[in-house]
């Protein structure tokens, strides 16, 4: 049987190796290791501001992961910057915004990861607490707390106990977007993982960093969920653009 095909969303950025510096598309290691330790086909998606670039993109994946990484531009939901908020990624905003978009209106599997779940937040209508302390080990060193699932998730299908996980964040869920619902919490109250329940596919996102530890269940329920999609009849890509959240 043939493995479910997970695209991972990249971004652009400066890099160097060997005797070479310049732009290159970038993700870490960890997140392809984890996509094929749980029994998936890893595919990294480069940037593409092309029309219908990220609907086609989607139509061939049985699932999608949206990677950590910046902080979301507040003006995505309406907010001021913070001085605490880092530079604008606006390029990837739009990219990866764009994949989720065509994610939810395909109903094609989607996990975000940190980022990718306040991305998720964001494109539905939802904000964000610019600002956290203590959810990080230290400049550039994961931190680990526990997260309690909330019963009768998906989540906490895939994860039925308190777990350790590594986190490395310092914005958060705010005001939950239109259908999502909280699926677990970290001990200060803080929403570490949301879903959009009711629907033919999983749409889950988790604030911690799976693909930096040895727990694989979240993914394995994406690659699950991608895996039962691709056996049953794809949903077709439509042609008008998907409903877009205003922004100020």
């Known amino acids: 049987m043939s493995r479910p095909v997970i695209g991972i969303s990249t971004y652009q950025d400066q890099a160097r190796w060997g005797v070479w510096e310049m732009p290159a598309v970038l993700l870490p290691v960890g997140y392809p290791r984890l996509v094929r330790a749980a029994g998936g086909l890893a595919v990294l998606l480069p940037p593409d ?33 913070d001085p605490r908020t880092g530079p604008p990624a606006r390029e990837r905003d739009a990219w990866e915004l764009a994949l989720i978009r065509a994610a939810v209106e395909q109903e094609v599997p989607l996990l975000g990861i940190c980022r990718g779940m306040q991305l998720l937040n964001v494109a539905l209508g939802g904000t964000l607490v610019q600002h956290l302390e203590d959810h ?33 964040h310092h914005q958060a869920v705010d005001r939950l977007g239109g259908g999502l619902v909280a699926s677990a919490h970290a001990p200060d109250g803080t929403v570490e993982a949301v879903e959009l329940p009711g629907r033919a596919s999983l749409v889950l996102g988790v604030q911690w960093h799976p693909e930096m530890g040895e727990d694989t269940r979240v993914m394995a ?10 056996r049953s009849p794809r949903t077709p890509a439509r042609r008008s653009p998907a409903p877009r959240t205003p922004v100020s």
Do not use: K, N, Q, W
Not at 143 to 168: C, I, K, L, N, Q
């Open 49 to 81: 501001d092309a029309e219908d670039a990220a609907r086609d993109t989607v139509a061939a994946l049985d699932g999608l992961v949206i990677a950590g990484g910046a902080d979301v531009e507040p003006a995505r939901y309406g907010a001021v910057a």
């Open 136 to 168: 990080t080990g230290g400049l550039g060193v994961f931190g680990s707390h526990p997260v309690v699932p909330v019963p009768g998730t998906a989540y906490a299908d895939a994860v039925p106990e308190t777990a350790m996980v590594p986190a490395y």
């Open 221 to 230: 329920a994406l690659v699950r969920a991608a895996g039962e999609r691709s």
